[in-house]
């Protein structure tokens, strides 16, 4: 998965208090952890501070150039170092986004301390409203986010019973389909023995048929050569041999029933196992309706992503609203300052027009420093995070993603 805010995999980002830079080499999830990570290969003086190759509990997601120079970053903490430029400043990777195109123009323009101070205090209100259409927007798409786990746990609760279905039937299928293999290897067996028996039972009926019609001509041969005494014995003797006759014909059309019903069962159970295979490939085709959940999951990661993006600007606009406090801040001090040296400092609607304060475009100017503030400087361990002494930022333990560096 590759975020559409990152760039390429192999390029180089800026890492904070550093002049280094890191690799991209690996965007997605981590065995063991929730959320989206970033593989980093850390370069130059970094390396010493990687934890791993590059893998985790035994399952590799990049290499790297130098041993243990790997280190997993939450995707949100790398979004915010692109989105600030590096921490620092002196990296090949500071920007300037912040800067209009004409700062000194503007400079020069809020040079006066009520200038300054008026056009803080607007810029501190449109900066007010902006946070909080935003934070407005983060909450909408923080509700949609709900709904959509909401759907996705029960699509997965859908998709384990119909999961659950397809195995008990796949299971219930295999025990016929093996039942029904050893039934019809028997079955076959039998009919194989049940035809040669047929085929000898008529044999032997048809020479028996042969035998008595012999006996019977012979008997009825004597008969008529015979004196009258001697018919009444052979009359009985032809009547004996009909009879035999009669109930080897009965044996033998039972026994051709009783085969053909154990053949039509054979033929059912042929059947069933058709209307089974029938049926487990209905449930497959009902199956596929749960690549709809795969998709649902992949549209929740990007609205993941988009809240994330959402969350890191409205922290970039809080620091500037902080900054601009600051600034106002100053401002008065400096404006009790001149006005304790005997200075009147007149309001800002006798000596100023909208026209200063606004842009050619209509818009609120932004007040540039003439020289660009890094809360760093002259100090050898200090944390931007929380503005405190004695840690660096990626090391700041007040910073919940730097428990997930891993």
């Given at each position: 998965?590759?975020?559409?805010?990152?760039?390429?995999?192999?390029?180089?980002?800026?890492?904070?208090?550093?002049?280094?830079?890191?690799?991209?080499?690996?965007?997605?999830?981590?065995?063991?952890?929730?959320?989206?990570?970033?593989?980093?290969?850390?370069?130059?003086?970094?390396?010493?501070?990687?934890?791993?190759?590059?893998?985790?509990?035994?399952?590799?997601?990049?290499?790297?150039?130098?041993?243990?120079?790997?280190?997993?970053?939450?995707?949100?903490?790398?979004?915010?170092?692109?989105?600030?430029?590096?921490?620092?400043?002196?990296?090949?990777?500071?920007?300037?986004?912040?800067?209009?195109?004409?700062?000194?123009?503007?400079?020069?323009?809020?040079?006066?301390?009520?200038?300054?101070?008026?056009?803080?205090?607007?810029?501190?209100?449109?900066?007010?409203?902006?946070?909080?259409?935003?934070?407005?927007?983060?909450?909408?798409?923080?509700?949609?986010?709900?709904?959509?786990?909401?759907?996705?746990?029960?699509?997965?609760?859908?998709?384990?019973?119909?999961?659950?279905?397809?195995?008990?039937?796949?299971?219930?299928?295999?025990?016929?389909?093996?039942?029904?293999?050893?039934?019809?290897?028997?079955?076959?067996?039998?009919?194989?023995?049940?035809?040669?028996?047929?085929?000898?039972?008529e044999k032997k009926v048809g020479?028996?048929?042969?035998?008595?019609?012999?006996?019977?001509?012979?008997?009825?041969?004597?008969?008529?050569?015979?004196?009258?005494?001697?018919?009444?014995v052979l009359e009985e003797k032809?009547?004996?041999?009909?009879?035999?006759?009669?109930?080897?014909?009965?044996?033998?059309?039972?026994?051709?029933?009783?085969?053909?019903?154990?053949?039509?069962?054979?033929?059912?159970?042929?059947?069933?196992?058709?209307?089974?295979?029938?049926?487990?490939?209905?449930?497959?085709?009902?199956?596929?309706?749960?690549?709809?959940?795969?998709?649902?999951?992949?549209?929740?990661?990007?609205?993941?992503?988009?809240?994330?993006?959402?969350?890191?600007?409205?922290?970039?606009?809080?620091?500037?609203?902080?900054?601009?406090?600051?600034?106002?801040?100053?401002?008065?001090?400096?404006?009790?300052?001149?006005?304790?040296?005997?200075?009147?400092?007149?309001?800002?609607?006798?000596?100023?027009?909208?026209?200063?304060?606004?842009?050619?475009?209509?818009?609120?100017?932004?007040?540039?420093?003439?020289?660009?503030?890094?809360?760093?400087?002259?100090?050898?361990?200090?944390?931007?995070?929380?503005?405190?002494?004695?840690?660096?930022?990626?090391?700041?333990?007040?910073?919940?993603?730097?428990?997930?560096?891993?």
């Open positions: 998965m590759q975020s559409s805010v990152l760039p390429p995999l192999g390029s180089p980002l800026p890492f904070p208090n550093s002049s280094d830079v890191a690799i991209l080499k690996y965007v997605g999830s981590v065995s063991g952890h929730d959320g989206v990570f970033c593989g980093l290969e850390l370069c130059g003086a970094l390396a010493a501070r990687g934890k791993n190759n590059g893998s985790v509990n035994g399952m590799a997601y990049f290499q790297v150039d130098t041993p243990n120079s790997g280190l997993f970053v939450p995707l949100r903490k790398v979004i915010g170092w692109l989105s600030s430029g590096n921490v620092n400043g002196n990296g090949p990777f500071s920007s300037n986004i912040l800067s209009p195109p004409n700062a000194q123009q503007q400079q020069q323009q809020y040079a006066s301390p009520t200038a300054s101070l008026s056009s803080v205090g607007n810029g501190n209100a449109a900066a007010g409203d902006n946070s909080n259409e935003l934070r407005r927007h983060i909450n909408v798409l923080e509700k949609r986010l709900v709904q959509r786990e909401n759907d996705l746990r029960e699509l997965d609760v859908q998709l384990d019973e119909l999961d659950a279905t397809l195995r008990t039937n796949d299971a219930r299928l295999a025990r016929k389909e093996e039942r029904f293999n050893r039934y019809r290897n028997d079955k076959e067996d039998e009919i194989k023995l049940l035809v040669g028996t047929v085929e000898a039972l020479d028996a048929e042969e035998i008595y019609a012999a006996k019977i001509r012979q008997l009825e041969q004597q008969r008529s050569g015979s004196p009258d005494s001697k018919t009444a032809i009547k004996a041999l009909e009879k035999e006759l009669s109930v080897q014909k009965d044996m033998h059309a039972s026994f051709k029933v009783s085969k053909t019903m154990e053949i039509n069962e054979l033929r059912k159970a042929e059947m069933e196992a058709y209307k089974l295979n029938e049926e487990l490939k209905r449930l497959r085709e009902e199956s596929v309706d749960a690549v709809e959940t795969e998709n649902l999951k992949r549209q929740n990661e990007q609205l993941v992503q988009e809240l994330e993006s959402m969350r890191m600007d409205m922290e970039l606009r809080d620091t500037k609203i902080k900054s601009l406090e600051e600034l106002l801040k100053s401002t008065q001090q400096e404006n009790d300052a001149l006005r304790n040296h005997g200075y009147d400092i007149p309001s800002s609607a006798t000596t100023m027009s909208n026209k200063n304060l606004l842009d050619e475009n209509g818009g609120l100017k932004v007040f540039v420093p003439e020289e660009k503030i890094d809360p760093s400087a002259g100090r050898e361990d200090f944390c931007s995070f929380c503005d405190r002494e004695g840690h660096s930022t990626d090391d700041c333990p007040y910073e919940k993603d730097n428990i997930e560096l891993f």
